[in-house]
Structures are given as C-alpha cells and as structure tokens.
C-alpha cells in the first residue's frame, strides 16, 4: 500500500494538473470505486459537475481536493492499486479506469485506475470553519511528520504514555500518521531501535531521534518518487518511485546489515513483517 511519500508524490502531481480547473463530467465505470459515497455514482457525479477544484491536500495517506465555494471536498484513499493518473483524452482507457474527470477546458483529464478495487473516492463534507476544509471523516487521523503544523513536543509525550510498543506507535494513526510498515522498519533500523521495544522505556532523547529519522527517511523517500515494488505504485504521469534501491531495512532477510554487516532477518508481527539486524537492533528484555 502506498505510504506518506508515494501518497505526497501524488498530491504534488494533482496540484500541478488539476487545482484550479472546473469539472465538466464525471464518469463512474465501476460503482465499487465511489462505494464510500453513500449516495451512489451518479449523485458523486452530479456533486462534482461543474465544481472548480481547489489546491490539494494531504493527511497521512489521504488525499482531498477541496470543491472551491462548497464547502465539500472530493476525497481519495489509493488503497492497495489505486493510481489517479493525468492523461490526454486520446490515450486509450486504461484496462482498470474506474473513474474518469473530464474538464471545461478540454485538456488532460484525470482517471482513477485501481485494479483491486481497494481504494475509492466520495464527496465529502469539510469541517466547518476549516480553514484547511478538512474532511469529517480525516478529522481525527494525526498529522504527519512532514506537515508544518506537526507538534513534536505532543508526540513526543503521547508516545511515551503509550502503554505499547514503539512499532505500533508509529502505525497509530492517531498519534502519527502517514507511516507505514516500509518506513516504520527504515526508522527503527536507523534509529537502532527494536520493533518491540516498549515506548514507555524510551528516554525522551531517543524518542526525539526516532522522530528525526522518520522524517528524514520519508524525506529521502519523497526526493526519489517514493518506493516502488511492483506496477501498481505511480505518481500522476505514470511513473515509479526509486527509494527501493536505497531501503536499509525492509525486504533485506538475509542479506548483510548496511552498518555493521549482520544477515538481516524477518519477523512475523501482526499479519505483517518486521526487518531488522539482530546486533544493531536488540531484542528488549521485557519481550
């Protein structure tokens, strides 16, 4: 599933392509797509028909553009294959297009392609005197560490009250959001810290420095287009992300540790995977 910086290539590519430009027609080819708006497929349609979108915005991964004057705001979730993709309105349809947005001034148009059918648009209502016009329903998801308004000292004392361990901590998404399992594994590696260790025994020193890691490591991520393992990941012109080729940590099993050149190892954790050095990254003695 795409994280913070894949999901933050992407706004970057709708703002450059789509804020500022007036809806002519929206086409729902598929009404699992717009399942998230309740009022079906062709009230997301006529909802949008005629809206100027405005600058687009970003809450760890989920993407909203608001609806210039409306006080609504189109909201998108990639889930697991969904790419919104800039096109010209010769390119032939793409074999999962679910969603076409066609504009007044007759250029590129926007498409949802999402083969799996996880991810999905809706038109939503923002938070009322917002001046972000946050979606209610991202109202409570955490900012992330690449927003300018991300409190480190709040996170910084949140995590340590926390009665878990740091790895869940960095997936809660109403703590801190935007980090997934790529670059959770990233930041501890660099952070020398083990997926288990509990936040509650984390000085405040190496918690800051967790942080800091977080947000270089996603910051790298971001430079480069973000991580790419497969096809499904592109930004809005079609293209892969590169960090794959700078991971440290994650998809390395038994391949030597970067910094001290240990075979790496993986661990079954919550239905997922956990990568990590055994000698740099110690198992804490309460687990």
Known sequence: ???????????????????????????????????????????FADRLAGATLGEARRRGKYLWVPLDGTG??????????????VQDPATPDETHLRVRFRFTDGGRELRFVDQRTFGGLAVEDAEPGDPEVTPRSLAHIARDPLDERFDDEAFLTALRARRTTVKRALLDQTLISGVGNIYADESLWRARLHYDRPTASLPRPRA???????????NAALAVGGTTFDSLYVNVNGESGYFSRDLDAYGREGEPCHRCGTAMRRAAWMNRSSYFCPRCQRTPRAA
């Open 208 to 218: 800051a420095e967790l942080l800091g890691h977080a947000r270089d490591v996603m």
């Open 72 to 85: 609504h705001t189109l909201v998108g979730h990639l889930g697991m294959s969904g790419q919104l993709l």
């Open 1 to 43: 599933m795409p994280e913070l910086p894949e999901v933050e290539v992407v706004r970057r590519g709708l703002a450059r392509w789509v804020s500022g430009r007036t809806v002519a027609d929206v086409q729902v080819l598929h009404p699992r797509s717009v399942r998230r708006h309740l009022a079906g497929g062709p009230d």
